[in-house]
């Protein structure tokens, strides 16, 4: 058998032991309603008392009642977006900017308020996948009510400058929402001092279970309800709480956001290990700024070959990545993502993804490395598109 | 997500290469979209007595390239113009829905590549082929 790599934390991690061992008895004795008032609800209300302080501490929150439980980074997303744009609009302001390379739970949220008549501006990332603070400021109108950009891109791993962002709309008085999905544990977050209205965040992505997330609410930020019914989260979300599913996720975020710099010093090294190791081969390129990306993300691009046979052979020696092909995004156009900083189509059909985590070693990163450079040789000696820009090369 | 048959084919694809004196050669696809298929072959009293393929795209286009191929060779010219990616896809034992179009560009390279045949012979493809698809998302691809 082959070794098995699993390098792809962008997409989802591994529940952590301890997260487990955290959530289990949530499951088993402690299967309450935490609305009711016998004792093994109450224990579950406790619970989830306790993870609301622990996540308002990881985030540098003031209180506890600035977060909200949801089922994860997409709901965080719809319902800091809509809400919010739906009390703005009120007062006549209809105008959202965010940027063209946001997660869908974002964009396609953008898409559903413009049919509703708002008006969407969606800033430039530059070929390095980067927001400039100075076109945010000149896309601010009279009418700008809100302003949502991610903290780290999914895709390409690139940092956007959170705290310039949030500064000059606080001035400005603009509500400022970030989705900090891929940036949890990865970069150091303090809402306060980075004036960050609301924030998403998800707990699979930072080794907790999948359907859970969190949106941090500012005391003072007024957003509509996304989803109505019971009186959960003080009458903001509906819904017997998931109470495993959100102690899983107090118990992640501890542990993400312990240590973030030393973890992020070997992170850094598996990631430039990779990136060097890549780049050797002939017609790669790295995607997004060299340095400003998260800790374990890289992004390359192999001309001549198409991303989901690349992804297909890696599986096939036990290695787990992503990709942003046409062929891997399920529609007919590679990444948005990928397209938003400027990738020719048929490069971007060549994209990997390699997301690293604090379990990943030096081998996993050399042993991808052994086995990348033979997949994209026999790939590329099969490709009639490889073939064409090899003889362009050579001015035939 | 694809068959014991697919996976196969992807990562132990039949005839892969160029014959250097191909009687015919037929190119479609685009890399706009991710996948361009071209087939070779070579043609002997009107039966395709060698195939090779050459396929830049998915699991699918990679799949229904190597087995299109191992279905025309040593058949006649009207067999081979016969094959739907129907069969294609039928023989592989079946591809996801969403595959389905990366499938098409093998028919269709087919087919290309006997139009070419015809061609070099002097005879004029088009009502003998039939209309050729370039590409595998009815013209969508290439559009900006
Ligand atoms: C940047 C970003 N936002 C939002 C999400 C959605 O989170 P969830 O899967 O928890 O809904 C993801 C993960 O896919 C993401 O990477
Ligand atoms: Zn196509």
Redesign the pocket.
């Known amino acids: 058998m082959h070794r098995f790599v699993y390098a792809d934390n962008s997409a989802t991690t591994k529940l952590s032991k301890n997260v487990l061992d955290a959530m289990l008895p949530h499951l088993t004795e402690n299967y309450g309603n935490p609305s009711s008032l016998y004792s093994i609800g109450q224990n579950a209300h406790a619970a989830i008392d306790e993870a609301r302080r622990i996540v308002a501490n990881a985030l540098g929150a003031n209180k506890e009642n600035e977060i909200y439980f949801t089922s994860g980074g997409s709901e965080a997303d719809n319902w800091a977006i809509k809400g919010a744009a739906r009390i703005l609009a009120k007062k006549g302001k209809k105008h959202i900017i965010s940027s063209k390379f946001e997660h869908h739970a974002v964009l396609h949220t953008l898409n559903a308020l413009e049919k509703e008549g708002f008006e969407i501006t969606l800033l430039d990332v530059h070929e390095d996948g980067l927001v400039r603070l100075e076109e945010l400021k000149n896309a601010v109108r009279e009418d700008t009510g809100l302003v949502t950009i991610m903290f780290a891109n999914n895709e390409i791993g690139t940092i956007q400058p959170i705290a310039e962002i949030g500064a000059f709309c606080r001035e400005k008085g603009i509500i400022f929402h970030t989705d900090a999905v891929q940036a949890i544990g990865n970069v150091e977050i303090n809402v306060v001092d980075m004036n960050i209205d609301m924030l998403s965040l998800s707990a699979h992505k930072i080794h907790g279970p999948k359907g859970v997330g969190a949106l941090y609410c500012r005391n003072g930020i007024r957003i509509e309800n996304l989803i109505d019914g019971g009186a959960q989260e003080r009458n903001k979300r509906a819904g017997t709480e998931n109470t495993a599913g959100i102690v899983g996720l107090s118990v992640a975020i501890t542990d993400a956001v312990q240590n973030i710099a030393a973890r992020n010093e070997k992170k850094k090294m598996l990631r430039d290990r990779f990136i060097d190791g890549a780049l050797k081969i002939e017609c790669s390129r790295l995607n997004g700024d060299r340095e400003k990306r998260l800790s374990a993300s890289a992004n390359v691009c192999f001309e001549g070959i198409e991303g989901e046979s690349l992804l297909l052979w890696l599986d096939n020696k036990g290695i787990c990545a992503s990709s942003g092909s046409a062929c891997t995004s399920g529609s007919l156009d590679p990444s948005h993502v990928l397209l938003a900083i400027g990738l020719p189509h048929e490069i971007a059909h060549g994209s990997l993804r390699i997301s690293f985590s604090d379990e990943n070693t030096v081998e996993d990163v050399d042993y991808i490395l052994e086995v990348l450079p033979e997949i994209i040789y026999k790939l590329r000696a099969m490709s009639p598109l490889w073939e064409r820009i090899k003889k362009e090369e050579k001015g035939e | 997500m694809y068959t014991e048959l697919v996976m196969d084919h992807f990562t132990n694809p039949r005839n892969v290469g160029e014959i250097a004196d191909a009687d015919g050669i037929g190119e479609v ?2 890399a706009k ?1 991710g ?1 361009i298929m071209k087939m070779y072959i070579k043609v002997e009293n009107n039966v395709i007595t060698d195939v090779k393929f050459k396929t830049y795209g998915c699991g699918s286009a990679i799949a229904t390239s190597s087995i299109a191929t191992e279905m025309i060779k040593g058949h006649t010219i009207e067999e081979a113009l016969q094959l739907s990616n129907k069969a294609v896809v039928e023989a592989l034992g079946g591809l996801p829905a969403h595959k389905i179009h990366c499938s098409v560009l093998a028919e269709q390279s087919i087919k290309a590549a006997i139009a070419d045949y015809y061609t070099r012979q002097g005879i004029d493809p088009t009502l003998i082929v039939g209309e050729i698809h370039e ?3 009815d013209g969508e ?1 290439g559009k900006e």
């Open positions: 696809g685009n979209c996948d590409c595998c998302h691809c």
